[in-house]
């Protein structure tokens, strides 16, 4: 069968010891053989064997001289097996008159499954799918179901029985992906995918200084902006849907805000004297440690390009709040 061997082998010589026993090892492909059997007799039946699967085999003779050179390798092929039963059978939609279940497929030893049959309500129904859903049903009623899976074997057995019934409200599924629509150095703008039956949503986030989650969010939109973050940081979103029977699974995932722009160039003033451009000009905000300067120039009307290699910024002291920033172009 798909889960036994019985192997028989002939006598050996014995070349003047007597044969006190046979040990009989096996193994999967990639296996290491393994000992099965130790015994005077030439037959053994060895159990536990996996379904559908190739098993390789050999004996060696042993006597009070010692153990003999193994015997040629012998390949057996155990045979497939009928389906598990299936599991996790639930409840996906339901409503006065109709609802919806599914189920998680089976192991099929050695074969494919084929289909299911669903037993619902005393009624056996063929399934192509781990799906089955029925309709013009009583409301607030308790259904019974129980599932089988069919493999090129057979049958397998049936799962136990699961109630189910209808009208019972049920969470909302799991959303969409969240995806990053834009962001800024204080913003991210983000959307989902929404999910049937969904009152509202819930929209939190945490970073890694925190993580503890805060909620940011709550309607019924699938887009929305979150403002007031802080530049440059690692923040985890997460979003759910919620219903009259509670809060469905959360989906999470995680972005980064943009560093921090650097401030406008305000009041640029400039003189040209014959050949010589001298340019001065004021910024409009503090500027950060490391934002650099740089020219662009354009000669008759072509793209613009670097003219300078840029001055970086570095902290001002006290007495003197902003850098002074010339620049001479020859």
């Not at 599991?87 to 299911?116: F, M």
């Not at 305000?266 to 300067?293: A, P, R």
């Amino acid at each position: 069968g798909p889960y036994a061997a019985s192997l028989t082998w002939t006598e050996t010589l014995t070349n003047g010891a007597p044969i006190t026993s046979y040990s009989v090892e096996m193994c999967l492909l990639g296996d290491t053989f393994v000992e099965v059997y130790d015994n005077k007799e030439r037959e053994c039946v060895v159990r536990n064997l996996q379904p559908g699967s190739t098993y390789y085999c050999i004996v060696k003779a042993n006597s009070a001289v010692g153990q003999s050179v193994p015997s040629e390798v012998t390949v057996y092929h155990s045979p497939p097996a009928p389906p598990d039963p299936p599991s996790k059978i639930h409840l996906v939609e339901s409503d006065e008159s109709s609802l919806k279940i599914s189920w998680d497929a089976p192991a099929s030893p050695g074969a494919e499954i084929l289909h299911y049959n669903v037993c619902f309500n005393n009624t056996v129904t063929k399934c192509a799918d781990n799906e089955f859903s029925a309709e013009g049903l009583n409301s607030d009623t308790q259904y019974k179901v129980r599932v089988q899976a069919v493999n090129t074997v057979g049958p397998g057995i049936f799962s136990p029985v699961k109630v189910v019934v209808t009208g019972t409200p049920l969470p909302p599924a799991l959303p969409g992906p969240i995806q990053l629509l834009s962001r800024g150095h204080n913003s991210l703008k983000l959307s989902w995918t929404g999910s049937r039956s969904v009152k509202c949503y819930l929209l939190e986030r945490a970073t890694s200084a925190s993580e503890d989650f805060v909620e940011v969010y709550e309607g019924n939109k699938t887009q929305v902006k979150i403002g007031k973050l802080l530049p440059n940081t690692d923040y985890t979103l997460r979003v759910c849907g919620v219903n009259s029977a509670g809060r469905g699974p959360w989906l999470q995932d995680t972005f980064s805000t943009d560093s921090v722009p650097p401030p406008p160039i305000t009041k640029l003033n400039k003189s040209l004297k014959e050949n010589e451009l001298t340019m001065n000009w004021l910024v409009k905000d503090k500027l950060q440690e490391g934002d650099v300067f740089q020219i662009l120039r354009s000669i008759d009307d072509d793209a613009f390009s670097r003219y300078t290699r840029g001055y970086h910024v570095s902290t001002a002291p006290p007495c003197c709040p902003r850098p002074a920033t010339p620049s001479k172009c020859g």
